[in-house]
């Protein structure tokens, strides 16, 4: 469980930071003035670190921390992670969460009636417009996530305070994740 949640964090890193060297920088390798006899300090190229439009000495590089995992350890630890959270009695189960439309004030009314006060993961499952309904109406609740079904993993489970799954969703995580 715990390689699956430093494998998902690792996964969110871009790794786009960059820094120019010295061989990166636009700049002459024309020596800027002569060794000896200037009274100056010995001066190389206009790329060096020490001047200003120079490079960066030691600076960060681009950087894939992308991690792979094998599927069948994937599901043992969203399975082992949904495990922990029933026996903590963290996870919640909803009948049916239909909306018309957009509705933040029905969905935190929903929540605040089961108890949830913290932050949550709300698990869905069913039609496109229904999910994207339900979706358009819990985002603006702070610390809710909206997931489907099919794309819920370890990290996501043990992230918030509070797991909720209405019942189709339910059906759907179990019946991949039955071992």
Known sequence: MRQAVLRQEANARQGTR?????????????????QKHTGNARAGSRSSNVRRGGAKAHGPKAQDWSQRMPKKARQAAT????????????????????????????????????????????????EPEAM?????????IRGVAVKR?????????????????????FDVFMKAHAS
């Open 18 to 34: 960059h820094c120019r060297t010295r061989g990166e920088v636009a700049a002459s390798t024309r020596k800027l003035y002569r």
């Open 149 to 169: 079904a099919s794309d819920v993993n370890a990290y996501d489970l043990l992230q918030p305070e509070r797991v909720v799954f209405t019942r189709p969703a």
């Open 132 to 140: 994207d309904i339900l979706y358009r109406s819990a985002r603006n």
């Open 79 to 126: 399975r082992s992670a949904f495990l922990a959270r029933l026996q903590d009695d963290e996870i919640s189960l909803l009948e049916s969460l239909q909306l018309e439309s957009p509705k933040t004030q029905t969905v935190a009314a929903a929540l605040k009636g089961m108890g949830v006060t913290g932050s949550c993961l709300l698990v869905v499952e069913g």
